[in-house]
C-alpha cells in the first residue's frame, strides 16, 4: 500500500454504535456526540416504525425493522464527517427477537458478521427508567444488559462500556472514542 493510501485510510468513515438495554441514553448520546465531533447520526428505526403499529411486532415486522436500520445508515454514510454514529444497530433486531420468537431472522444473522462496527459505545444500566410507551421491560434490564455483552463478545466487537451520570457519562463516551480514534491515527502512522 502507498502512502498516500496509508496517510488516507485514516479518514475513512469509522462506524460508532451506540447500544444498550432500554433507558440508557441512546439516542440523547447519539446526538450530543453527532453534535460534539460535527458529523450526522442513524437514528432508530424500530422506534418511528413501532410507535406506528397497532399491534405487538411480528416476525415480519422485525424483518422490515431490519432492512430499515440498514437502509437507514447506508443513508447517512455520505452525510458523515469521519465518523458515523449510530443510534442503536440491527444487532437489537436479533436480540429482540431472540427474546420474543426464540431465534432471529435469517437475514439478520447472515449480515451480522458482514457489517460490522468499529467501535461500540455499549450504556451501562446506572441511568434511572425513565418511561416510555414503546419500552416493555424495566424489569429484564440486567438481562439485556447480559444480553447484549454475550452478543458483541460473539462478534468478537471492539466495545467499551459507558457508566455514569450526567456530564460523567458524557465525558466517558468521549474519551472511549478519543482513545479509539487515537490508537487508530497511532497504527496508521506506524506503518509508514
Same mark, same amino acid.
Given at each position: 500500500?502507498?502512502?498516500?493510501?496509508?496517510?488516507?485510510?485514516?479518514?475513512?468513515?469509522?462506524?460508532?454504535?451506540?447500544?444498550?438495554?432500554?433507558?440508557?441514553?441512546?439516542? =440523547?448520546?447519539?446526538?450530543?456526540?453527532?453534535?460534539?465531533?460535527?458529523?450526522?447520526?442513524?437514528?432508530?428505526?424500530? @422506534?418511528?416504525? &413501532?410507535?406506528?403499529? =397497532?399491534?405487538?411486532?411480528?416476525?415480519?415486522?422485525?424483518?422490515?425493522?431490519?432492512?430499515?436500520?440498514?437502509?437507514?445508515?447506508?443513508?447517512?454514510?455520505?452525510?458523515?464527517?469521519?465518523?458515523?454514529? &449510530?443510534? =442503536? =444497530?440491527?444487532?437489537?433486531?436479533?436480540?429482540?427477537?431472540?427474546?420474543?420468537?426464540?431465534?432471529?431472522?435469517?437475514?439478520?444473522?447472515?449480515?451480522?458478521?458482514?457489517?460490522?462496527?468499529?467501535?461500540?459505545?455499549?450504556?451501562?444500566?446506572?441511568?434511572?427508567?425513565?418511561?416510555?410507551?414503546?419500552?416493555?421491560?424495566?424489569?429484564?434490564?440486567?438481562?439485556?444488559?447480559?444480553?447484549?455483552?454475550?452478543?458483541?463478545?460473539?462478534?468478537?466487537?471492539?466495545?467499551?462500556?459507558?457508566?455514569?451520570?450526567?456530564?460523567? @457519562?458524557?465525558?466517558?463516551?468521549?474519551?472511549?472514542?478519543?482513545?479509539?480514534?487515537?490508537?487508530?491515527?497511532?497504527?496508521?502512522?506506524?506503518?509508514?
Amino acid at each position: 500500500m502507498a502512502k498516500f493510501d496509508i496517510l488516507n485510510s485514516k479518514f475513512e468513515i469509522k462506524k460508532i454504535a451506540i447500544v444498550g438495554p432500554e433507558s440508557t441514553g441512546k439516542s =440523547t448520546m447519539s446526538a450530543f456526540l453527532a453534535e460534539h465531533y460535527q458529523t450526522a447520526w442513524v437514528p432508530e428505526f424500530a @422506534r418511528d416504525y &413501532c410507535a406506528a403499529l =397497532t399491534e405487538p411486532p411480528t416476525w415480519q415486522d422485525e424483518i422490515n425493522m431490519f432492512y430499515g436500520q440498514v437502509a437507514l445508515e447506508e443513508e447517512y454514510l455520505p452525510k458523515a464527517n469521519k465518523l458515523l454514529i &449510530c443510534d =442503536t =444497530t440491527f444487532i437489537t433486531v436479533k436480540i429482540w427477537s431472540d427474546h420474543t420468537f426464540g431465534r432471529s431472522p435469517q437475514e439478520v444473522l447472515d449480515e451480522l458478521p458482514k457489517r460490522p462496527y468499529d467501535l461500540y459505545l455499549l450504556l451501562d444500566i446506572d441511568m434511572p427508567w425513565e418511561y416510555d410507551p414503546l419500552r416493555d421491560f424495566p424489569h429484564l434490564r440486567e438481562h439485556f444488559m447480559g444480553v447484549w455483552h454475550k452478543e458483541l463478545k460473539e462478534l468478537d466487537a471492539n466495545y467499551v462500556v459507558i457508566s455514569g451520570l450526567g456530564q460523567e @457519562r458524557y465525558d466517558s463516551a468521549l474519551k472511549a472514542i478519543d482513545d479509539f480514534l487515537m490508537s487508530n491515527f497511532e497504527f496508521s502512522i506506524s506503518n509508514l
